[in-house]
């Protein structure tokens, strides 16, 4: 499978419903997003906790209201081709998603601030939205996704990871998790081939290169997270 990075990151603004609605029409089988809290409260789609690199704003999404978030813009480094484009919530992004079958890898990005009650609040939209089917949520902090699964053991859940892990597979199962996330240069074949043999789904990222791409196809890997989406189809319906 191949799940859009932040939507069509690498030519649409990321984390915008314009790269998410580019990712879909290209074809990508599910999106990769990543939430943060308003300081009202109000579930945000962003990467990073500041709006500095994003968008045209100042400062930290935590202090900042949803109405306030709303009037930045986050065409950032796209703003000449695309204009004026928002910081869409999570409820806009559910509601867009009940018109097609796009999954959708939700990453909390509760490692810097640990956003009280965001794990609750995430997975009852999740499940107001009845799409509990359709999410992976995602995180670097582990203790978050054993969290998550404490509240609503039907969700999948999928530990991020960025330095080796011995037998991943196995730490994974450990947590109650049904797949990992790694950095791409901690995913040997062995991991990834180990992994999804103990029914283990890997989805590494990012894969941005062809030979990459090429390769990960190749053995059988379960998914890939990728800025380009577009060129990611394209290669495999090639390598089919």
Not at 38 to 57: M, P
Not at 194 to 202: E, F, L, Y
Request: glycine share 6%; with cysteine; hydrophobic share 40%.
């Amino acid at each position: 499978m191949i799940f859009a990075h932040r939507g069509s990151s690498g030519t649409h603004p990321e984390n915008t419903m314009l790269a998410f609605e580019k990712a879909k029409n290209a074809g990508a089988d599910g999106l990769e997003i990543d939430v943060q809290l308003s300081n009202d409260g109000e579930i945000v789609i962003a990467h990073d906790e500041k709006l500095d690199r994003t968008t045209n704003g100042k400062g930290y999404i935590k202090d900042c209201s949803l109405q306030k978030i709303k009037t930045y813009n986050a065409s950032h480094k796209f703003v000449e081709q695309y204009g004026k484009t928002e910081i869409p919530t999570l409820k806009e992004l559910f509601d867009w998603l009940g018109g097609n079958d796009l999954l959708c890898n939700i990453e909390l990005k509760n490692s810097v601030f640990r956003y009280p009650g965001m794990e609750e609040k995430v997975i009852r939209l999740i499940k107001s939205n009845m799409l509990e089917e359709r999410v992976i949520l995602s995180s670097f902090n582990h203790y978050s996704l054993v969290q998550c699964l404490q509240i609503a053991p039907e969700l999948e859940t999928a530990p991020l990871y960025r330095d080796g892990l011995f037998r991943p597979w196995v730490y994974a199962a450990q947590i109650g998790a049904r797949a990992i996330h790694p950095n791409i240069n901690v995913a040997s074949d062995y991991v990834i081939n180990s992994a999804i043999r103990a029914g283990i789904k890997v989805r590494p990222y990012t894969i941005n290169s062809k030979a990459s791409m090429e390769h990960l196809f190749q053995i059988g890997c379960s998914a890939i997270i990728t800025d380009f989406p577009e060129k990611a189809i394209r290669i495999r319906q090639q390598n089919s």
